[in-house]
């Protein structure tokens, strides 16, 4: 791959899927696209570039998707379901005791064990969400993975990283040598495809937002325009959930941290006393948070 | 430092969970059939058994339901390791007091997350 073929991909990924690849990553993009240029009969990196720059939009979204890291795996850090459970549905029980409404959306939910996860801690708590209207939103760019999602099938590898064995019996039925997610678990997420760059006001207001390890691939402009779009979707006592190796803090005041909750954010209500502020000067908040 | 009893027939097998283990700072004493693991137990209870289930002369299930018998013998983590993955032997295990339960093939990820599950690490 020559540098002028590598620039044209960083660009390409950069505008249609946010990923920020710094200069050295070329060994990253030839391991992962060789695949999928073998796949296509192409004789390698520089034909593929060729046929990209002609125009060809499938081999683009699929080039797009190969990109795409898809680690993940179910109650990954365990912490943020622990906060889920003992602080998230709690509060909000209370404050939705009449709505009796949850929306939750799972931003980049790959191959569906994060909104299985969130799913099954729902569950668990079936008795006091007796009668409520619970909607779980899972999104992801690569329609590759949302097939994998709705189908719900693990490996024997899959369902035992992160998975207690009772909520293996509890939820999921043997097949063969796979594992499937009974269907009352799956039927409580809807699956999307959704890319972060663009709008994604549509999907409504939501009361809890897991947005995990997807934003440390993001440049620094583009994580604060999601942040703010994020804010702007929310209740006000709603929660955001990020990644172990994430924060808010130094990017943008949309959100604060919860106390003593690591990872676990609310937005920032001085913020919300300004409507319009952030949605009319974005540039100038951009730049006040470097 | 915590302590591991690793019970399992095939040398091979004790041989890459003591490497796990030792990884993750546990102190590794081995048994090769359940009768073996129950007298290492009398001389000192781990805090973990890593538990194969089919074994000649006392199979893990059976060791289990001798170990929860003893005196202290439901201190000890219990996390079964065998060929038998489906679901009536994990319900059957999980009955008799076992704490998680490894499908093999397994590896280093997944004997992490087991651990992790029951407190361990």
Known sequence: ?290 | MRTCLVVDDSSVIRKVARRILEGLDFHITEAEDGEKALEACKRSMPDAVLLDWNMPIMDGYEFLGNLRRMPGGDAPKVVFCTTENDVAHIARALHAGANEYIMKPFDKDIVTAKFQEVGLI
């Open chain 1, 1 to 290: 791959m020559t540098p002028a073929d590598y620039d044209f991909l960083r660009r390409l990924l950069k505008e249609r899927s946010g990923l920020d690849l710094s200069a050295d990553k070329q060994y990253l993009v030839e391991s992962r696209l060789a695949p999928l240029t073998r796949r296509a009969g192409l004789a390698g990196i520089p034909e593929l570039v060729v046929k990209m720059k002609g125009g060809a939009e499938a081999l683009i979204k699929d080039v797009v998707e190969a990109m795409t890291t898809n680690e993940t795996f179910f109650f990954r850090d365990k912490v943020p379901f622990d906060h889920l459970s003992g602080t998230v549905l709690p509060a909000l029980l209370s404050a939705r005791a009449s709505r009796r409404h949850l929306r939750i959306w799972s931003a980049a939910s790959s191959t569906g064990q994060e909104p299985y996860s969130i799913a099954m801690c729902l569950k668990e708590k079936a008795v006091e969400l007796a009668g409520w209207r619970i909607e779980i939103v899972a999104t992801d760019l690569s329609q590759q993975v949302l097939e994998k999602s709705k189908a719900g099938i693990y490996s024997q590898f899959e369902v035992q990283r992160g998975l207690p064995i009772q909520l293996l019996v509890k939820h999921f039925k043997q097949i063969g040598e796979l594992w499937q997610i009974n269907p009352d678990i799956r039927s409580m997420v809807q699956y999307r495809q959704l890319n972060l760059l663009q709008d994604f006001s549509h999907l409504g207001r939501f009361d809890v937002v897991f947005c995990r390890n997807v934003l440390i691939y993001f440049d620094q402009e583009t994580k604060v325009s999601i942040f703010e779009r994020i804010a702007k979707m929310m209740e006000p006592d709603g929660m955001l959930m990020l990644g172990a190796a994430e924060t808010v803090v130094g990017m943008t005041d949309a959100f604060r941290p919860y106390p003593e909750r690591r990872g676990l954010y609310q937005p920032n209500p001085a913020r919300g006393a300004r409507p319009g502020f952030g949605a009319m000067q974005p540039q100038l908040r951009v730049v006040a948070a470097r």
